[in-house]
């Protein structure tokens, strides 16, 4: 299975809720995609990561390059993770840069107070 998932949008953030595989196939059109909605705005973005069943190193890459993208937009990326995800993330030490949230509701409460 590859790289599925819808987009809610709010008043002040973007929601995208994904399931699958985050890996090299999927990477390219996973940042495209998302990247180009950062643009269009709003400028918050949650990332509802918890169905995401595995995340390897171009994964990762792009959850970076989305982070970045993001902030250099005056925006924020708050990821919603499972323990799968958490590992993997931990493992590069990178949760606190990719501000790795336990809900959807956590997320969009830090997006409300940003």
Do not use: C
């Amino acid at each position: 299975m590859s790289l599925r998932g819808t987009r809610d949008v709010k008043d002040n953030y973007q929601l995208f809720r994904l399931t699958g595989l985050m890996d090299a196939f999927s990477e390219g059109t996973f940042r495209k995609v998302v990247g180009k909605y950062i643009e269009k705005g709003p400028k918050h973005i949650i990332l509802d990561l918890s169905q995401i069943d595995f995340v390897d190193s171009s994964g990762l890459g792009a959850l970076v390059q989305l982070v970045k993208k993001a902030q250099n937009s005056e925006g924020t990326l708050q990821i919603v993770s499972n323990p799968r995800v958490t590992q993997t993330v931990k493992l590069v030490r990178l949760e606190k840069f990719l501000s790795l949230q336990p809900s959807v509701e956590e997320a969009i409460e830090k997006i409300n107070k940003a």
